[in-house]
Nanobody
Framework: QVHVQENGGGSVQPGGSLKLTCTTS??????????MGWFRQRPGKEREFVSA????????YFGDSFKGRFTIWRDNSKSSVYLQMNNLKFEDTAVYYC?????????????????WGQGTQVTVSS
């Protein structure tokens, strides 16, 4: 079992920024072979793909709503992945989840991820 912990959520005004951090309990060697994803869930909505980074960090992926505003990167030495969110909008208010993918692609599909964190709340309000 892999423990996944998100941090960095909070409240911010429109146009502001937040950086989310996700740390897993995997040792660095195992983490370095895991792809990582970020999803979010807004009230009354289904879980939505935000971003993902391949195990090699050679490929990153973003949902259309996030391209140009969000950045993802990883630090294998810390078994961590990060999501920098800029120019936040009211509609970005959601619970953001980090997930671990042990194999395969299909980064956009939450069903292909193996372990999930509990989520961190991001609220964009004036």
């Amino acid at each position: 079992q892999v423990h996944v912990q998100e941090n960095g959520g909070g409240s911010v005004q429109p146009g502001g920024s937040l950086k989310l951090t996700c740390t897993t309990s995997e040792f660095t060697t195992a983490f370095s072979t895991s792809s990582m994803g970020w999803f979010r869930q807004r009230p009354g909505k289904e879980r939505e793909f935000v971003s993902a980074i391949s195990w090699s960090a050679g490929n990153v992926y973003f949902g259309d709503s996030f391209k140009g505003r969000f950045t993802i990167w990883r630090d294998n030495s810390k078994s961590s992945v990060y999501l920098q969110m800029n120019n936040l909008k009211f509609e970005d208010t959601a619970v953001y989840y980090c997930a671990v993918k042990k194999q395969g692609s299909a980064y956009y599909n939450p069903d292909t991820y193996d372990y999930w964190g509990q989520g961190t709340q991001v609220t964009v309000s004036s």
